[in-house]
């Protein structure tokens, strides 16, 4: 059964159904249920997943592209089949919450879920460039159209040209990539077989470094991540915080494609990615936006995670995948908080706030334990995830090691301080009485605590899944390395 077809199929084959009824309701069971049983058919590609067996596993291929050696190929191995599941979950989460909407909104969040996975299962560079640029056209709809800010359209305009123009070095670098290797093949497991010459390497590694980097984002290319989650709508941070393809393009395809280069230039990277851990944590310590905040600490988070990646140390790669998939659940969870705050106050700024724990005390301690796990308390999936990077860190070299925990806790500093003032701080005079979280907000936020918790005692659940698959790609990378150090004939 074709199910990673049928995974991405499915949202679309919605979005019509939706305009044959004119009732909102409607609109939102249609919505819901292609969610639901797209969550469905993703938990059956996990099950059915062999964890032990290194490659691609659920492959799909048709011809397509012959004359430019590009296919429709889909498949996942350990890291790509953890992502899946959780993009269909927030989208799920994301339609309960939503309630009564109108359809645009509805259809515009059942193809961003539908590009999403194929980015997640393409093999085929050029098809996983198509899902990249496609994300473009649900995201300007729900920022432009959908989103809270007064500024939102110019927002999302910005956003989609930053991203093109982000996407044309990738582009080259994709077709770099295939032009030089003797297969001339966009196949991802063909290239990642095909030695690279160094010279060639360091030209593409950057190009996909800037593509990859801008969507993660990485430091210096970040400018677009705060206007998005502040203008934007709920549905669209909780993708642009919680589901990083830019690092998953990174930790799929750049290390393991270019692992000479990537170890040439980690120095770089690094030092690059734990600036924009000191950076995100000060600029996050001196907002008083919630938005602006989880926006600055995503920008600290993902050089957290770039740290792990670039480390050189199975313990690293194992706590960055840990970490974006963490990262998914915490963010997510804040994000919705986020939402039903605003929804009843009417502001996420913390002077407009102010003692919410007396009024909201279910919705607090829901939003603590959330913010907790984000930096890491012992019993949640940042602990393990966190814990892994800074021994990653450490085995490299124990100045990057001290580097990465003194970043971790000026990004614990920042989310704290927001939280004793918004939540614990004294409530003002003329604030009007609140209702708690409802039950449908409380059924999307449990659902990913019990996730929180459960990765965060038991890790190995996750690590089990994913590591034959990066085990293998530091193989690989081994094999590669020596290939690179024969001299030429």
Known sequence: MPVLSLLILLPLLAIPVLWLSSRATTHWYIGLSATVINFSLSMLLLSGFHPGETGMQWIEQVRWLGALGSHYVLGVDGISVLFIPLTSLLFVLRLVSLGRQPRGQIAALLLLESVLIGAFSAIDLILFFLFWEL???????????????????????RYCVYMLAASAPLLLGFALLAGKGSLRTFHLSALAGTPVDPTVQGAAFFLLLIGFGAKAPLFLLHSWLRPVVCQGPTGVAVVMVGLKLGVFGMMRILIPLLPHAAEQYAPLVIGLALVGVVYGSVVAYSLGDLKSVMAATTLSHVGLIVVGLFAADRQGLEGALLQTLNLGLTAGGLMFLAAAVHHRSG????????GLATRMPRLTGLFVFFAMASIG???TSGFPAELLILLGAFQTHSVLGSLALTSVVLSAAS????????FFGR???????MPDISPREMLVVITLAILVIGVGLYPNAVLRVARASLIDAHRLNERQRIVERVPHR
């Open 427 to 433: 409530p003002r005079e003329d604030s009007a009485w």
């Open 135 to 157: 994300m473009l056209v649900p995201s300007w709809i729900l920022i432009a159209l959908y989103g809270s800010g007064h500024q939102r359209r110019e927002t999302a305009t």
């Open 415 to 422: 989310i704290l301080r927001f939280v004793a003032l918004a």
């Open 347 to 354: 502001s996420l700024d913390v002077s407009a706030l102010g």
């Open 377 to 379: 308390l012992p019993g």
